[in-house]
């Protein structure tokens, strides 16, 4: 079983830059892909960022594309999400997600077999 536990939101003013760190318990983390995903209130889920098992592969979704940076660190089963240039639309609960033994990076949410309990990211104007 695997466990992973996200950290690093908060309030922040639009502009304003937040990291987010999501780290996994298992033996599993190296050989897994890993995602963020956000929900706003209303909303669907939606892919956010998505990174190799390596770290040598990162994708986007559009809305944050040159803003947010997805990393990992393996030795210390974390992986990271660097926001910056925040707006009152990134507001929304982050989620992280683990697609384990894989090599396959999925921008979708179906293929993640574990998934942290969510950090509120506000973002005000």
């Known amino acids: 079983q695997v466990q992973l536990v996200e950290s690093g939101g908060g309030l922040v003013q639009a502009g304003g830059s937040l990291r987010l760190s999501c780290v996994a318990s298992g033996r599993t983390f190296s050989s897994s892909v890993m995602g963020w995903f956000r929900q706003a209130p209303g909303k669907e889920r939606e892919f956010v960022a998505a990174i190799s098992r390596s770290g040598g592969s990162t994708y986007y979704g559009d809305s944050v594309k040159g803003r947010f940076t997805i990393s990992r660190d393996n030795a210390k089963n974390t992986v990271y999400l660097q926001m910056s240039s925040l707006k009152p639309e990134d507001t929304a609960v982050y989620y992280c997600?683990?697609?384990?033994?894989?090599?396959?990076?999925?921008?979708?949410?179906?293929?993640?077999?574990?998934w942290g309990q969510g950090t509120q990211v506000t973002v005000s104007s």
């Open positions: 997600a683990l697609d384990r033994d894989t090599i396959v990076v999925s921008t979708t949410e179906r293929p993640y077999d574990y």
